[in-house]
């Protein structure tokens, strides 16, 4: 499995991504899934991989092969938009000559990718490229993309990425991220690439590996853990009281649980049915100097 | 979709599920998916569902009909074991007679439950029922158990229950899950059913049913979300420098991204060759002050 994230935020663009391919869980081993396309003073482009590492090695070897052919290349297109129709075009190629290769082997045609960057002229952009060859856009509503094992570090991606985010908050939500997603995913692994694209500067300037030496990364995966342990142990517990009868029923939640009816003969023994003496969450006007 | 989690903790159990159903994203309804079987001073049980709304509730008619055609009976097994083969045996019932037309028609078998509670004479169990009718239980190693969507709510899970957690705490920590699958998932949605059981009190003690106006959810969903942004805030950002050739290059990670080669006619001009001359995250001892 994989997990890669990209931000794109007013300051520049953020890219992480882990090292881990798998198949099952005992063939493991490390393969960087960024690579870099530079040229500096007129492009920076940084791919991201996610799914079958046979595709993406051959979507890798068909943009080098175009380049070397002539045709349209990474390295000299105009425009982002023409650079991330590449990347569709080789996904394409390589499902035309071996998705039914791979579907006789029961083998899905699996494969995502995060590309975007800056061309001299343009803005900078960030995409996801999918299986099909198609993408999407990274939006100001949207300011990040993911590929990969994605759901565990969505949660804190929602909460704190705004495109006005800087670049080093970007770089920090972005490890945080993958943080929770190492700690969910066994198959989500150090080392990580680390590459904070500053805009409109068309080089490389912030690049790191980063592995369990990293003195920063440490401390944000004890920080991060210690201090959410701390914000959960000060969050009240529940208050719970006795149910009363609601005034207006319509109006509130049914206080009851669903209860299954016990069989008639159970019913019989007439203590044993269903009551309803529990107790339940206190309302409002029970809590508010608990939440003060 | 849904998603439900039990915990199995020292103090008791906390069940809490969400109550929304979607056939895709315009077909969207409230289906509450806990059911209590007590009988108090002999047993409480409770059950949760995920998946085909349509086999869930096949399942529990079975169990109803079984009940009546005298055959084993959640009301008087007298083990949890006994109890939670009669959950799947009637996931295999269903299986036998649906699986086949809902594959024609494309349709997946898909169905899981959290079952769990307590029978006079024996330990709190929680169990988890998979499709194929087989099930696992918690333990104290992993003391929790989701259905449904999990992910997005899996690292809080992680980071804070151990069954020494208090049920407060069990049925807070159930709440902040919640909370993150909501926030990052708009098929999961409220009112959600919440009930703590205390141990070895054989009844219904604790049930909430908890929708936009509760109170206490509305604290941690606004508290949690405040604290994150705190606790993330305080975390320093990272320092970057520049990156020195590394003394020892065996120990120490790759300081290089993975770059593509340009064609060599771009390689023909010489100042277009990727360089080396980026920052990379500071190291130890350039971080020493900032982390104290």
Redesign the interface.
């Known amino acids: 499995m994989t997990y890669c994230v990209g931000l794109r935020l007013d300051e520049g663009l953020v890219f992480l991504a882990d090292s881990r391919t798998n198949a099952g869980v005992d063939q493991v081993s490390t393969f ?1 899934k ?9 492009r920076v482009l940084v791919l991201m991989t996610a799914g079958n590492l046979a595709v993406s090695q051959t979507v ?1 070897q068909i ?2 092969r175009d ?2 052919a002539g045709g349209k ?4 297109v105009p425009t982002m938009y023409e650079a991330v129709q590449i990347i569709g075009d080789a996904v394409r190629a390589v499902r035309a000559r071996d998705a039914a290769a791979l579907a006789e082997a029961g083998i899905e045609f699996n494969i995502s990718f995060i590309f975007g960057g800056q061309i001299k002229g343009e803005r900078m952009r960030l995409f996801l490229v999918y299986a099909a060859g198609n993408f999407i856009e990274a939006q100001d509503e949207s300011p990040y993309l993911q590929i990969g094992e994605a ?2 570090g ?3 991606l ?3 990425v705004t495109p006005r985010s ?1 670049l ?2 970007g ?3 972005a490890l ?1 991220s993958m943080d ?1 997603t190492l ?2 995913n066994i198959s989500v692994g150090l ?1 990580m ?4 694209y500053e805009v409109d500067t068309l ?9 369990t ?4 990364f440490r ?2 995966h004890e ?3 210690q ?3 701390q ?2 142990s ?7 009281e006795p149910t009363v009868a609601p005034v207006h029923q319509d109006e509130d ?11 008639a003969d ?1 019913l019989g023994e007439n ?2 049915q ?2 309803a ?8 006007a029970g ?1 508010k100097e608990q ?1 003060l």
């Open positions: 960087r960024m690579v870099v396309f530079e040229r500096p003073g007129d890798r943009i080098e380049n070397e290349s990474l390295w000299t759901k565990y969505k949660p804190v929602d909460r704190m800087t080093d908050e770089a920090k939500c945080v929770s700690r969910s080392p690439d680390l590459l904070c080089r490389v300037t912030r690049f790191a590996t980063i592995d030496r990293n003195e920063y401390m944000i920080t991060w853990g201090r959410l342990k914000v959960f000060e969050i009240p517990d529940p208050i719970w939640p049914p206080a009851e649980p669903v209860r299954a009816t016990p069989p159970l203590e044993t269903p009551r003496g529990f107790q339940t969450l206190a309302d409002q809590r939440l």
